[in-house]
């Protein structure tokens, strides 16, 4: 399958071997959104002196650098804000489809979420499209119970 890039795309040749990263994801914020999810609901928490509302929930503001601790929920759906098309797996080898990999604000964070969208060719692809998701049909309270984002159609 031949993928052809627009202008502003950037292909990046060679291996990301991301198992020598180590990245911090603090528990308790975690678990409240894997909590959530058994529900297919998502939750964050709100700071308290800038209204700035992240899932999953850090324990401070990162911008006020203050405590918080008020879990609010927020919508399963949401706005793609960048997104890249990945033509090979993490060890390089390439994939039968293309991925849509999606960093998307979701209504009423103004954190990120990371998500595949499915449904649409990489051809139609952008930022600002609207996207919702696609809960498993027996969620268990894991990340994975969102199987994907499709695209809205508004």
Same mark, same amino acid.
């Given at each position: ?7 502003? &795309? ?9 198992? &020598? ?24 928490? #709100? ?14 503001? #990162? ?8 879990? +609010?929920?927020?919508?399963? #759906?949401? &706005? +793609? ?15 039968? &489809? ?57």
């Amino acid at each position: 399958m031949a993928f052809e890039m627009g202008p502003e &795309t950037r292909q990046v040749q060679g291996m990301w071997d991301i198992s &020598t990263y180590r990245y911090r994801m603090e528990g308790g914020g975690v678990r409240l959104l894997t909590e959530a999810m058994k529900e297919k609901r998502i939750k964050g928490v #709100r700071c308290n002196e800038c209204g700035m509302v992240y899932v999953p929930g850090p324990t401070y503001c #990162r911008k006020c650098f203050v405590d918080i601790d008020e879990v +609010v929920e927020v919508e399963d #759906r949401g &706005t +793609v804000m960048s997104y890249c098309v990945e033509l090979a797996d993490v060890r390089g080898n390439p994939r039968e &489809t293309p991925l849509i990999s999606a960093m998307i604000e979701l209504d009423g964070a103004d954190s990120w979420f990371v998500g595949a969208v499915v449904g649409i060719e990489p051809e139609e692809a952008s930022v600002g499209m609207r996207v919702k998701a696609v809960w498993a049909e027996n969620p268990v309270g894991s990340l994975s119970d969102i199987e994907y984002f499709e695209v809205l159609e508004e």
